[in-house]
């Protein structure tokens, strides 16, 4: 369970920092962005000394914390959408497992290097497993490649392999209706849904759906009044035109 939610806290400080360059977002308007920007910059300092605490006295560690803590309660009072968009907070392995159906599993990954963890959680277990070394971007990589050739034999291998050493060590814990996978790093590029569970693909055997972390479900299905408005994003420009999603445009066009 701990360590569960410290892959969690990793991945919702990465979701973080991809939702909001926090310096850009300090330097907006209204007269609380300074005093905003000023309590951020002092929380980017005491998260940076965090990753060096090894041998730091307990006394300090905890002082930090308190202040941490403060900064926190004072990001909130001046500017709380702020607040909510540039800390962390990662509910307890509890309060995640409550908001699984009976028929429903998480499915998360977090790996270092080579060194790949994966972990199943259900409304009433959580499993934790070293995968071994596997060098994730290499992998992914190469199935992808597969894939746009078309060289259907050698991707059925390359899948199998991958699915192997991924997927299987969890078979007996996934046999649900439903599967929430919670990728990291590259493996947010492999296509889960063609992965092989007991010979056969994931896709025909469950809902398969994915999440940047397992503490966004906390974000979903909110009763919300509905907006007349609609931002309907696709087709992000990446300075490259061969990264270019012209069907994803077209997706946002129409749905608009």
């Given at each position: 369970?701990?360590?569960?939610?410290?892959?969690?806290?990793?991945?919702?400080?990465?979701?973080?920092?991809?939702?909001?360059?926090?310096?850009?977002?300090?330097e907006g308007g209204g007269a609380s962005a300074p005093e905003a920007g000023?309590?951020?910059?002092?929380?980017?300092?005491?998260?940076?000394?965090?990753?060096?605490?090894?041998?730091?006295?307990?006394?300090?560690?905890?002082?930090?914390?308190?202040?941490?803590?403060?900064?926190?309660?004072?990001?909130?009072?001046?500017?709380?959408?702020?607040?909510?968009?540039?800390?962390?907070?990662?509910?307890?392995?509890?309060?995640?497992?409550?908001?699984?159906?009976?028929?429903?599993?998480?499915?998360?990954?977090?790996?270092?290097?080579?060194?790949?963890?994966?972990?199943?959680?259900?409304?009433?277990?959580?499993?934790?497993?070293?995968?071994?070394?596997?060098?994730?971007?290499?992998?992914?990589?190469?199935?992808?490649?597969?894939?746009?050739?078309?060289?259907?034999?050698?991707?059925?291998?390359?899948?199998?392999?991958?699915?192997?050493?991924?997927?299987?060590?969890?078979?007996?814990?996934?046999?649900?209706?439903?599967?929430?996978?919670?990728?990291?790093?590259?493996?947010?590029?492999?296509?889960?849904?063609?992965?092989?569970?007991?010979?056969?693909?994931?896709?025909?055997?469950?809902?398969?759906?994915?999440?940047?972390?397992?503490?966004?479900?906390?974000?979903?299905?909110?009763?919300?009044?509905?907006?007349?408005?609609?931002?309907?994003?696709?087709?992000?420009?990446?300075?490259?035109?061969?990264?270019?999603?012209?069907?994803?445009?077209?997706?946002?066009?129409?749905?608009?």
């Open positions: 369970a701990r360590a569960f939610e410290m892959s969690e806290r990793a991945k919702s400080r990465a979701l973080v920092d991809l939702l909001a360059s926090r310096r850009n977002l300090s000023r309590l951020i910059k002092r929380m980017e300092v005491l998260e940076r000394d965090s990753l060096h605490m090894e041998g730091i006295p307990g006394i300090a560690r905890a002082s930090r914390s308190v202040e941490m803590d403060s900064l926190k309660r004072q990001l909130n009072s001046v500017s709380p959408e702020l607040a909510s968009l540039v800390t962390v907070s990662v509910p307890p392995l509890h309060k995640i497992q409550a908001r699984l159906s009976d028929n429903e599993a998480i499915l998360e990954y977090f790996y270092q290097g080579l060194d790949v963890y994966g972990f199943v959680v259900t409304p009433d277990s959580v499993q934790a497993l070293s995968l071994g070394r596997i060098d994730v971007d290499r992998e992914v990589m190469q199935l992808r490649e597969l894939i746009d050739l078309g060289r259907t034999s050698r991707y059925h291998r390359a899948a199998a392999r991958l699915s192997d050493a991924l997927i299987k060590p969890f078979a007996d814990h996934l046999t649900r209706d439903a599967i929430t996978i919670v990728p990291h790093g590259q493996l947010h590029y492999l296509p889960f849904q063609a992965m092989l569970l007991n010979d056969r693909y994931m896709i025909e055997q469950a809902v398969i759906r994915l999440l940047p972390s397992a503490s966004t479900m906390f974000y979903l299905d909110q009763e919300t009044e509905g907006q007349e408005a609609l931002l309907a994003l696709g087709n992000p420009d990446l300075g490259n035109p061969a990264m270019d999603l012209p069907g994803a445009e077209r997706e946002a066009r129409i749905i608009g």
